[in-house]
């Protein structure tokens, strides 16, 4: 039997010893969708920063560096995908910069697949130095960027309040490079539920889609990580926005859903669950990941 294409992707974002965020949110669904996972951790941590503490390591650009030259040095530096997520200096930004323009260079058909990540509900966890290396630097080099509703705001200046809103913030963002831009999540229906829309453009031809679903009473880490990663599976495996807008959904909703469950039952009735309790359950959702159980359609606009 004929084997399939080279599936292999560079990871470059944060990791956690315990839980799932960054790294450890992104690579295991990859894997179990069947691509080779090579990752340098932007940080490494304890855990996730909504615990009462944590403590960890940061990488420099040096670091950076040092890493990627050792796998050029010995003809390892092959990738079919570059993902990249939480990267918390400047210098370290325009490291990555590099290793893509380096990567792509030797691979031109290479697609770098970016979750800007930078901020949330109006707050930036980032530096300020690093919005204009995403706009200037990194957006005219991704194929594919992933942001939420408040770093699409931050890279085009644009408040989004509405779907026009939303739809013209993605037409700034394919003018400074990406082909296909997908916003993990909005808020702006007067029901408070949370829209994910996704937007290509193909031979002159814009494709909008959105999947509207209800927002659950809970706070999840590492869901960004884990929608950047599937969107990159799905788009590679089906070539196809719609499908993959749809099965990464599908795969976010029911990981989300699992979690808030065990949660809830950790916790005991009144209770608020713990960071502990609401990490991810994304080994226990493996055959979901697999097999997509509950379909979220997608519908063009």
Partial sequence: MASGPERNVLSIQSTVVFGYVGNKSAAFPLQVLGFDVSTINSMQFSNHTGYKCFKGQLLNSDDLAC????LQENGISSFSHILTGYIGSQSFLEKVAEIVVDLKTKNPSLVYVCDPVMGDNGEMYVPAELLPVYIDKILPLADIVTPNQFEVEKLTGIKITSEDDAIEAMKILHSKGPNTVVISSSVFSSDGSITSLASTVANGKNEVYKVQFQKLNAVFVGTGDL?????????EKDKDLKLALEKTISTLQSVIKRTFEKAKALAG???????AQMELQLVQS???????PNIYNAVAF
């Fill in 286 to 292: 493996k055959t979901d990941i697999e097999t997509l």
């Fill in 269 to 275: 009735d009144g209770n608020r669950p713990t960071p």
């Fill in 227 to 235: 929608c950047a990663a599937c969107l990159l599976a799905w788009l």
């Fill in 67 to 70: 890493l990627y030259g050792g």
